[in-house]
């Protein structure tokens, strides 16, 4: 049994602190908030985050029971720049809940799963100052975004419209548009979060990558505003909008190349690790994922050391294909034409439409799809 510190307590930190406390370790799990507490984010929980969830014992009908707030999902929805608009049902449930009352549901589980809370803030400097590194045998970064490496930022609304103004298929749709007002990788969402009640929930943003954004003479509410212009689906929604929370902006942390997880007996994981999709900006599945095997590293290790160079080791055998493979399509869709391209297929082919919709969705990898493309 090791004595382990989890510091930040999002999905990634939560995952990790109830696989090592059910473990047997004796964990201590950190954050700078007390809960409950929110995140920003586009709160969309997919298909392969519903999966991981379930490692942790939360099932669908636990988000029904626990939650306040959420909207089941199966419809997928891919525009891109208003000249395709292509939605796929798929037979599994994924869900979007606002962060405040997803990130409950994880404690939860932790704190039940015999971890103990403290409220503390620790940055990178601390380590030591604290104490925390001759304390614990392991430490595990769980801090997200700014403990990782900055490369994209995001913008997040919540409006509120009345039921009788949305589709049935509007209330369990999740869409993603590349519209290339957003830049040649930016994207916008709309996503139903609350459709429990009326009005409805929704949660409306855009997010870019850094190196584009820094690029162009603009500022990310700025983006977001001309995404509501430009977009015809997001145009015609804020008609319908009774009334809006103010805008939040938050940075991302996406995959990176030749990533290290690991270094002495500090494991990174989640976005402190820039696990997300470098595509979508989905990073929940992976936090919670790297919760599972980074305990998973620990368990199979004698030592620390040893923990270190497994962690290291799972990282790249579980994240690493996927992460490249959509750092692959991502460099590719800077040639314009691949845009294009991509709408003429889109149209040309309902297969290719749906595995694109579904790589999108998470319910397939990205490097199964470059795979069958090679064939
Ligand atoms: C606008 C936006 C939209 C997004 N939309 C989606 C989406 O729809 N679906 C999806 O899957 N992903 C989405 N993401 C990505 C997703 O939010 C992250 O990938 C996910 O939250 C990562 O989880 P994490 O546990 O690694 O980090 P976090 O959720 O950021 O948790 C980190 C925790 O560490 C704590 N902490 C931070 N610093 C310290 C410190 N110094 N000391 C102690 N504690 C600290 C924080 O309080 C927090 O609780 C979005 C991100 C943004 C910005």
Redesign the pocket.
């Known amino acids: 049994m090791s004595k382990i510190a989890v510091?930040?307590?999002?999905?990634?930190?939560?995952s990790a602190a109830y696989h090592l406390a059910r473990s047997g370790h004796e964990v201590t799990l950190?954050?700078?908030?007390a809960f409950p507490?929110d995140?920003?984010?586009?709160?969309?929980?997919?298909i392969e985050?519903i999966q991981a969830l379930s490692m942790m014992g939360i099932y669908p009908h636990d988000i029904r029971k626990s939650a306040s707030e959420y909207a089941p999902i199966d419809h997928f929805f891919l525009g891109v720049s208003n000249q395709i608009a292509h939605s796929e049902t798929t037979k599994l449930q994924a869900y979007?809940i606002p962060?405040f009352f997803f990130?409950q549901l994880l404690f939860a589980k932790a704190i039940d799963a015999g971890c103990s809370f403290l409220t503390?803030?620790?940055?990178k400097n601390d380590w030591h100052r604290q104490g925390l590194y001759d304390a614990f045998d392991t430490i595990i970064d769980?801090?997200?975004?700014?403990?990782g490496e900055v490369n994209a930022?995001?913008?997040?609304a919540y409006w509120l419209v009345k039921r009788q103004d949305l589709s049935p298929t509007a209330l369990a749709e999740a869409q993603i548009h590349f519209d290339r007002s957003l830049g040649v990788n930016g994207y916008g969402?709309i996503?139903p979060v609350s459709t429990q009640d009326d009005p409805i929930k929704l949660?409306v943003?855009v997010?870019v990558w850094l190196d584009e954004y820094q690029k162009r003479k603009t500022n990310i509410i700025q983006l977001f505003k001309q995404f509501i212009q430009n977009n015809e689906t997001a145009r015609q929604l804020l008609t319908k909008v009774i009334s809006q929370e103010p805008p939040k902006?938050?940075?991302?942390?996406t995959a990176k190349k030749g990533n290290k997880v690991a270094d002495g007996k500090i494991l990174r994981?989640?976005?402190?690790a820039n696990?997300?999709?470098p595509l979508t900006?989905?990073?929940?599945?992976?936090?919670v994922l790297?919760g599972f095997y980074v305990a998973q590293a620990i368990n199979m290790s004698s030592t620390p050391d040893a923990a270190t160079d497994n962690w290291q080791y799972l990282y790249e055998s579980q994240f690493e294909a996927d992460l490249r493979a959509g750092l692959r399509i991502k460099a590719l869709r800077k040639f314009s034409f691949m845009n294009y391209l991509l709408i003429w297929l889109m149209k040309q082919n309902p297969r290719v439409a749906q595995q694109v919709s579904h790589a999108v969705a998470g319910v397939v990898p990205y490097n199964e799809v470059l795979a069958s493309l090679k064939y």
């Open positions: 510091v930040g307590a999002g999905p990634a930190g939560c950190l954050d700078k908030h507490k995140k920003v984010c586009g709160d969309g929980i997919s985050s979007c962060r990130d503390q803030t620790v940055n769980a801090r997200g975004v700014y403990a930022i995001a913008i997040r969402w996503f949660n943003g997010g902006v938050f940075p991302l942390a994981i989640g976005d402190a696990l997300t999709d900006g989905e990073g929940i599945a992976n936090a790297s």
